[in-house]
């Protein structure tokens, strides 16, 4: 079991910063994370996925040269460093683990945890 929860989301106008977190518990040892996000009425996206060791990161055309996922294994912690937020970017970010197919993939299919979700908002 693995249990998830984020943090750091909130409300930033346009062309603001945000950085997320997920930490992590218990049996989080070569699980892969992702960061995915929803709207009311539209289906669950995948934005960035990493896996559990250096080397394999997936990341969504949408948010490429603006979004930066990153772990800290010693603290059980993932980040989204997320930079240039646009209104479209507004939504409730979730945090997943899973296996090496959530690294590649990032999608949610391949997540067997997930948070609690924070929401974000980009707005002036």
């Known amino acids: 079991q693995v249990q998830l929860v984020e943090s750091g989301g909130g409300l930033v106008q346009p062309g603001g910063s945000l950085r997320l977190s997920c930490r992590a518990s218990g049996r989080t040892r070569n699980t892969a994370i992702g960061w995915f996000r929803q709207v009311p009425g539209k289906e669950r996206e995948g934005v960035s996925c990493?896996?559990?060791?250096?080397?394999?990161?997936t990341q969504a055309d949408s948010v490429k040269g603006r979004f930066t996922i990153s772990r800290d294994n010693a603290k059980n912690t993932a980040y989204l460093q997320m930079n240039d937020l646009r209104p479209e970017d507004s939504a409730v970010y979730y945090c997943?683990?899973?296996?090496?197919?959530?690294?590649?993939?990032?999608?949610?299919?391949?997540?067997?945890?997930w948070g609690q979700g924070t929401q974000v908002t980009v707005s002036s």
């Open positions: 990493l896996s559990s060791s250096v080397g394999y990161s």
């Open positions: 997943a683990a899973g296996g090496l197919l959530l690294a590649t993939q990032c999608v949610p299919q391949e997540a067997d945890y």
